[in-house]
């Protein structure tokens, strides 16, 4: 136990270490790369996806349905 919470204790002290090092570099600019991709970019994407997966759904519940159907269930 007290082996476990040792590293537990380090690996915290770690992590604050880390993160009182950040402010003090310089900021990051991504501009660059945020600024290439839009909202309407992201939506068009998600709902791709989205649209690919209920086709796969729908196509697997189909074959089931036929599969059953042919068998007599």
Known sequence: MKQIMKRVVGAVGG???F???LPAQAAIDLT???GA???ADVT???????AVLATIYATIK????ALGMLRGG
């Open 19 to 21: 993160a009182a090092i």
């Open 32 to 34: 660059s790369i945020t």
């Open 44 to 50: 068009v994407g998600v709902l791709a996806i989205g």
């Open 62 to 65: 189909a074959a089931k349905i």
């Open 37 to 39: 991709v839009t909202a």
């Open 15 to 17: 992590a604050v270490a």
